[in-house]
């Protein structure tokens, strides 16, 4: 039986179908969510994809994390669901409590789109298990309100828990607090990352295919499941 991600597309999204195609090429079949659908169509996970939602009015991620969708997304969420939010999907999931903190202005005030070396720190989540913990990847970034931030007390128990994913290496392009480029939850079903694994997935198009790994991790976790 083949496996099933949806990939949701509210207004305003800019990279939903770049994420189907990494979803394809890992072995999945991508499956198309609108936002004012609440029927998740029996996918097996979701990916929030990148974008401007809404135009980021407001905050980035308010007005979509109301999307009828995502009642459906935090119900299956919080019941082990795979969630994988990139740039705005991330921001889309700080918004809905699915993760702690926020995501703020780059300090640098300007927009920012640079190929961005990362660590990966946990391994064991639903959709980084195929690296390894310390690996070294290459993804682009590109983001204008990139910036992690949350307190100090979140942050140490981040840290404590095991729970950032990964991390910028050589530069902090926004001025992520710790270098934080993306965040798990307790379960390590629901990930967040700034930057795009979805534009690292073939070597015509992407500076490495090391992106790819997101999506072959949740494949693999839900065969295995």
């Known amino acids: 039986m083949t496996t099933r991600v949806g990939v949701v597309t509210f207004p305003g ?9 990494a979803v394809r090429l890992a072995g999945a079949e991508p499956v198309a969510l609108w936002h004012r659908d609440k029927d998740l169509h029996q996918v097996d996970a979701v990916v929030l994809p990148g974008g401007f939602s809404y135009g980021d009015y407001l905050r ?21 669901m795979p969630v994988l939010g990139i740039c705005n999907g991330f921001q889309v999931l700080c918004e809905s409590h699915l993760l702690p903190g926020a ?24 959709w980084t298990r195929d690296y390894s913990a ?36 050589d530069v902090n392009p926004n001025g992520s607090y710790r270098d934080i480029a993306g965040i798990t939850n307790a379960a390590g079903n629901v990930v967040g990352l700034m930057p795009h694994p979805e534009h690292a997935v ?16 949740v494949l693999k976790q839900l065969v295995n499941a």
Not at 63 to 80: C, H, N, Y
Not at 134 to 163: C, M, S, T, W, Y
């Open 60 to 80: 980035c991620g308010a007005i979509s994390r109301f999307s009828p969708v995502m009642d459906t997304v935090i119900e299956q969420a919080k019941l082990g």
């Open 134 to 169: 310390g690996q070294e990847i290459v993804v682009p970034l590109k983001n204008g309100e990139g910036r992690f931030v949350a307190d100090a007390h979140v942050l140490d128990e981040l840290e404590a828990e095991g729970r950032v994913v990964a991390r910028y290496l």
């Open 202 to 217: 073939e070597p015509l198009t992407g500076p490495t295919t090391e992106g790819l790994g997101f999506f072959t991790s």
């Open 103 to 126: 995501l703020t202005r780059n300090d640098s005030l300007h927009f920012i789109c640079r190929d961005q070396k990362l660590r990966i720190e946990n391994a064991g989540t639903a």
């Open 13 to 21: 999204s800019l990279d939903d179908r770049d994420a189907q195609r």
